[in-house]
């Protein structure tokens, strides 16, 4: 039987037009984002919907896979890509790889992204990008790449990180008091407490001249290596590990040739976890004390008919609230909490302005473990920035009929919709938008023509711009300019938002809201809790 040349043609342009129809098809419902990269690396026009969705652009014409991934990636990840599609285009076949796979591991697995949102902020997420070389007859290899939003398992993956050590931690601190005695772990928290009460006090020393400087390292570096110590010989790898960090910051504080205030305060965010680990452990004793208490009351057995024996629970010595003592004006920061050491973070920067700033804080207990590391990151920088740069010295105050002393008030609080948000306040001087225009300018941050255009409320916000500062360095002291950019940028990666308003002379607010965690997130949140 013979077939036609018009009857061939047209069977070819029927399987042809079919086959258009199903890669239509796929392109338009695939979860993933999808496209064809050519030899030259050059994305062929035929892309997925997804892919716009993913990467928040409609025009994907005339672009390489640099220039698509470069607005939302850092110079890092930029560099390590072009490396890999260089070697994947130009030798991937030479190089012995298998079919349909890349000879080379493939560093784009997973990689952070940062998409920009409508109202000019960010939101971060995880993508992975998978190669897949396709061969058409008598044409250069091509590759399909599939984007895929790992977000979410990314997430999780952190969570459960997250909540595996906080067992582990658990674990080693009832093996450490089975394995010790109550006696000797209880004498070992007494210890730890007076050395955190004694790096809390040294830190706060007045220090002025080179000499005092050295004398605050060396004397907190003796009570950290107490603790390191300490936490080592009863193998809690938790409060051992989070010594050795600080004790590593302050070795290299020591290796340093001269030493200012400004020195000190990354410490913050070291000794924060510190107290972190320690508070765990102090929580701990007191969940102890009170399943002694209630042991207390049954009767003394010592061994059940079967002949199996009974180990009471040891008994520590925790701290126990007066029952009859009357309740305080203010609510006094737990040693190890968030609140004491930003407390102990504000009075330190005051103390190297030559300031007087009280803190207040209100609902950080509150802080599901999820964000815990961004309300604390956020609490550092925006306190630092407060009291360098927004409140006033106490002589200025006084003129502009204030108190002496500054306030700062920092609340955390749930919103009825499962959202989260953080308030800060500060009653210093505010921000003037044309003096922020100024300052812009000079840095080379925006042109005089853009500036002028600005309305005050949009002005004010160039201080998150990487590189503003209103301050002066002075010799000796540690560059300005990044502590509101990385306000915005940590509010960001936790997919979250910053607002900011201003009262010239009377006070600057900030507004960070958080979203809703997600069932999975919440649970485990609750349970860390």
């Not at 599609?85 to 796979?101: D, E, I, Y």
């Not at 790449?145 to 979410?152: E, G, N, Q, S």
């Amino acid at each position: 039987m013979f077939i036609s040349v018009k009857r061939h043609e047209r069977e070819k342009q029927e399987l042809f037009s079919a086959g258009n129809r199903l890669t239509d098809a796929i392109m338009k419902g695939s979860a993933h984002g999808l496209f064809m990269l050519d030899a030259t690396d050059k994305i062929l026009p035929q892309v997925s919907a997804s892919l716009a969705t993913l990467f928040r652009r409609q025009d994907f014409a005339n672009l390489t896979f640099e220039k698509l991934i470069a607005p939302v990636v850092t110079a890092k990840t930029l560099s390590a890509a072009r490396t890999f599609v260089t070697r994947l285009l130009r030798g991937a076949a030479a190089a012995g790889g298998a079919p349909g796979a890349p000879a080379q591991p493939n560093p784009l697995q997973d990689i952070e992204v940062r998409l920009a949102n409508s109202d000019g902020t960010f939101a971060a997420a995880h993508y992975a990008f998978d190669f897949n070389a396709v061969e058409f007859p008598g044409e250069p290899r091509a590759w399909l790449v599939t984007v895929t939003d790992i977000t979410a398992r990314v997430q999780q993956n952190r969570e459960l990180e997250d909540l595996r050590t906080q067992m582990q931690t658990q674990g080693e601190i009832l093996r450490s008091v089975l394995q010790a005695g109550a006696a000797h772990f209880n004498a070992f928290l007494h210890r730890t407490d007076a050395a955190m009460n004694a790096i809390n006090g040294v830190l706060k020393k007045p220090a002025r001249e080179a000499s005092a400087f050295r004398h605050k390292l060396e004397e907190t570096l003796d009570q950290v290596d107490r603790v390191r110590r300490d936490a080592a010989a009863l193998k809690l790898t938790g409060l051992q590990a989070a010594a050795r960090l600080m004790e590593d910051s302050l070795q290299e504080l020591r290796s340093r040739g001269a030493l200012s205030g400004s020195d000190f305060l990354p410490l913050a965010v070291k000794l924060d976890q510190l107290y972190g680990q320690f508070a765990l452990l102090r929580s701990l004793t007191s969940l102890a004390s009170t399943a002694a208490e209630h042991a207390a009351d049954a009767p003394d057995a010592r061994m059940t008919d079967n002949g199996t024996q009974v180990i009471e629970a040891p008994i520590f010595l925790a701290e126990k609230p007066q029952q009859s003592a009357p309740p305080k004006a203010h609510r006094v920061a737990q040693a190890g909490s968030l609140d004491s050491a930003l407390t102990a973070l504000t009075e330190l920067v005051a103390q190297e302005q030559n300031k007087s700033v009280v803190l207040e804080c209100i609902g950080t207990q509150l802080v599901p473990p999820r964000y815990k590391a961004t309300i604390k990151n956020v609490a550092i920088q925006l306190i630092r920035n407060a009291v360098m740069h927004g409140v006033e010295t106490p002589a200025s105050r006084k003129e502009a009929g204030k108190p002496a002393h500054g306030t700062l008030h920092l609340e955390f609080r749930a919103m009825p919709d499962q959202s989260f948000e953080m308030n800060f306040r500060d009653d210093g001087g505010g921000l003037d938008p044309d003096k922020v225009r100024a300052t812009a300018i000079a840095n080379g941050l925006i042109t005089e023509d853009s500036a002028a255009r600005l309305r005050d409320r949009q002005a004010i916000k160039l201080i998150f711009k990487s590189g503003f500062t209103t301050m002066t360095q002075a010799p000796g002291e540690a560059a300005h300019g990044r502590g509101m950019s990385l306000v915005r940028r940590y509010v960001q990666e936790a997919g979250g938002k910053i607002a900011l308003a201003t009262l010239l002379g009377h006070e600057t607010r900030f507004k960070v809201t958080l979203p809703a965690l997600a069932a999975s997130a919440a649970a485990a949140d609750a349970e860390v809790a």
